[in-house]
């Protein structure tokens, strides 16, 4: 059974970094795409950063040269590196992994909380 499970998360003032773990229960090659997904309050779940067949990253216009997604497939890691932390970052941060074109595996979620 697949788990997924967040650390890291936190309270940091604006300008501040944080660092999001993702520990997989499974070998994480065996999932097409491994990411961060975040949800603000009363907003959308969206993508934040993604890993595609363990090469190509994508990541959202809002986090490009702040966020950076990284791996550790030896540890079955996934790592949120986030720096110069904005008040609009704060949200529930959840790792996020796919299987074909559709089928999700979701952690918990992280909360992280920016203040101004």
């Known amino acids: 059974q697949v788990q997924l499970v967040e650390s890291g998360g936190g309270l940091v003032q604006a300008g501040g970094s944080l660092r999001l773990s993702c520990a997989a229960s499974?070998?994480?090659?065996?999932?097409?795409?491994m990411g961060w997904y975040r949800q603000g309050p009363g907003k959308q779940r969206e993508l934040v950063a993604a890993?595609?067949?363990?090469?190509?990253?994508n990541s959202a216009d809002s986090v490009k040269g702040r966020f950076t997604i990284s791996t550790d497939s030896a540890k079955n890691m996934v790592y949120l590196q986030m720096n110069s932390l904005k008040p609009e970052d704060t949200a529930v941060y959840y790792c996020g992994a796919r299987v074909g074109v559709s089928n999700y595996y979701w952690g918990q979620g992280t909360q992280v909380t920016v203040s101004s």
């Open positions: 499974v070998n994480i090659f065996s999932f097409d795409s």
């Open positions: 890993i595609i067949n363990g090469g190509r990253t």
